[in-house]
């Protein structure tokens, strides 16, 4: 099969990276790809959200299957646009509808799916500008810590947690009236905050049946000790020690199962992954967020533990055949430690040359935010590598990158040495 991944970052590497270990995998092809993804495929220089340019090369490449990375792209319908055009409808498209997609693209819409579907999640009430009132009214119910989201896709930093009630009132009003995340905050979801430990559960499904991936635990803030910023992720940790198989066995009845089901009960064409992002309170599982595609850095984690062939799982996902198809897991634990730019996640400077990823051998460097320039790899975004060893235990693998990472240079770079601290 020829095969047209969309997207460019450390994901879309460890997923190029997999899809190439199998034998039905002719040709890979990445749009738009990095520095990472042009060693082992074709880069191609389309952007993921120009669907009429996609066309014209799955057309001249004679391309028989598309898997979507970003989340961009599903909201915005390239499933659909597949699905509906003649020349392309023969062609299987990894990634949810548009409706679907709306389980990532709008709060919202994603806890009036949980709700309906007795899935167990925070308590919320969504407001716009015209009911700002009510929602400042709506945040004296509940107790500090107060959790304001921007209803749509703010690029993993629409969300904000703070104390103090009246600066959550002020912080309302700045997303709602001052379009503090742009479109994204024309709706604001307010939920009482859930105190756990968070873990971050993945599922394929062809619509109607389902397989789940190994659990991994990815780590959000800049700073050390998960203080400062929130960023992309910074680093990720498979499995995850404390989801017991009892807490899993939780995970698949109170979770996955309906979730799957309300798939079905609602008629959602739904063909991809499924990121379950989830709070541990207790014993109990709740789910903070859906993802409509692979998390990053987590897939740096979990694609290194499947063992299946990847294309003949996208394969069975697109014939609807997937309760036919064996998960094999690798036992190993894996762990990735981002390396980032330096200024990052606010203003960092693109363009350093990167050294030193030819004596990396023990561990796996996937491409984050790089460029070729002159035939040299070069920073091209915040999250630069993302750097993934094996281990009997997460604690031996943690050890491993941290080495991978000393024999790599570039201005400015920065990773945070406590990953998995809090293990």
């Not at 995340?181 to 394929?204: H, P, Q, W, Y």
């Not at 198809?325 to 730019?341: G, N, P, Q, Y």
């Not at 023990?362 to 060893?389: M, P």
């Amino acid at each position: 099969m020829n095969i047209l991944l969309l997207g460019s970052g450390g994901r879309e590497h460890a997923l190029a990276w997999k899809m190439l270990q199998s034998e039905h995998c002719n040709k890979l092809y990445v749009a738009p790809g990095n520095a990472g993804t042009a060693a082992i495929a074709t880069n191609l220089n389309v952007n993921p959200n120009n669907f009429s340019a996609i066309k014209q090369q799955v057309l001249a490449l004679d391309i028989n299957m598309v898997v979507v990375g970003p989340e961009d792209p599903l909201v915005n319908g390239v499933y659909d646009f597949f699905k509906n055009d003649a020349d392309l409808k023969h062609i299987p498209v990894i990634g949810p509808s548009k409706y679907a997609a709306q389980l990532e693209g709008s709060k919202e819409f994603a806890k009036e799916f949980l709700v309906k579907n007795n899935i167990p999640t925070a308590r919320y009430q969504a407001f716009t500008k015209d009911t700002i009132e009510a929602g400042c009214e709506f945040l004296t119910t509940l107790k500090a810590p107060y959790v304001l989201k921007a209803d749509g896709l703010a690029a993993g930093k629409g969300v904000l947690i703070l104390n103090d009630l009246a600066e959550a009132q002020q912080e309302l009003r700045n997303m709602l009236v001052d379009a503090k995340f742009g479109d994204a905050s024309s709706k604001v979801v307010i939920e009482e905050f859930l105190d756990g430990i968070e873990l971050s559960c993945f599922v394929l499904t062809d619509g109607k049946s389902y397989k789940i991936l190994p659990t991994a635990k990815d780590y959000k803030r800049i700073g050390e000790g998960d203080t400062g910023l929130n960023t992309g992720g910074m680093g990720a940790v498979s499995p995850v020690p404390f989801a017991t198989p009892e807490f899993l066995q939780k995970v698949e009845e109170r979770v996955v199962k309906p979730t799957i089901q309300g798939f079905i009960n609602d008629n959602i064409d739904y063909k991809g992954f499924v990121f379950i992002g989830l709070i541990k309170v207790g014993d109990d599982p709740f789910v903070i967020e859906y993802n409509v595609r692979m998390g990053d850095p987590e897939t740096e984690v979990v694609m290194p533990r499947l063992k299946s062939d990847l294309v003949q799982i996208f394969k069975a996902i697109g014939s609807e055949t997937l309760n036919q198809v064996e998960l094999d897991i690798d036992e190993r634990a894996a762990t990735t430690i981002m390396v980032v730019s330096g200024g990052y996640p606010e203003d960092y400077e693109k363009g350093k040359v990167i050294t030193g990823l030819e004596n990396v051998t023990d561990s796996i460097v996937f491409h984050a935010g790089t460029a070729l320039q002159n035939n040299e790899v070069v920073t091209n975004g915040g999250r630069v590598l993302a750097v993934t060893s094996y281990g009997e235990t997460f604690n031996e693998a943690i050890k491993k990158s941290y080495q991978a990472i000393e024999k790599i240079k570039f201005d400015n770079m920065y990773f945070r040495k406590d990953i998995g601290f809090d293990l």
